[in-house]
């Protein structure tokens, strides 16, 4: 999966968008949920560390079983310290990549089978970019 890092927005203002605070349940809707009771600072729910953290966009499949869906946006915190199993961005040779972090087996892994595992070898040129924290996917095209 490829990563593009998207450029921060001008404006820091925050935007707080309407919150439903009770569960949306996926099967049959509660008539007595049909309020808002809440605001909801995107910024304060998804960014634990503002000066350490940046958006990339998600490209192909290679992490569909983790969540990660092609386009989906991502949330990422150069503060965490990598760890096995952490899904990080990486810089290979330049080229950034999203792929879950095997420290023991010197790997990063893809979600998905049917892509192979890069090993982290000597002649590799490699970066940790960051710790992805948030995916927030696409659901479908909306035009």
Known sequence: MKVQRLSPSESTESVILPFFSASVP???PSPADDYIEAGLDLNEYLVKHPS???LARAS???MTKAGIL???LLVVDKSITPKTGHIVIAAINGELTC???DIEH???RAANPSYPSVSLNEDLDLLIEGVVVHAINPMM???
């Open 26 to 28: 996926a099967g049959f």
């Open 52 to 54: 350490a953290t940046y």
């Open 60 to 62: 192909g499949d290679s």
């Open 70 to 72: 092609d386009g989906a």
């Open 99 to 101: 792929k879950i972090l």
């Open 106 to 108: 010197r790997l990063l």
């Open 141 to 143: 095209n909306q035009s």
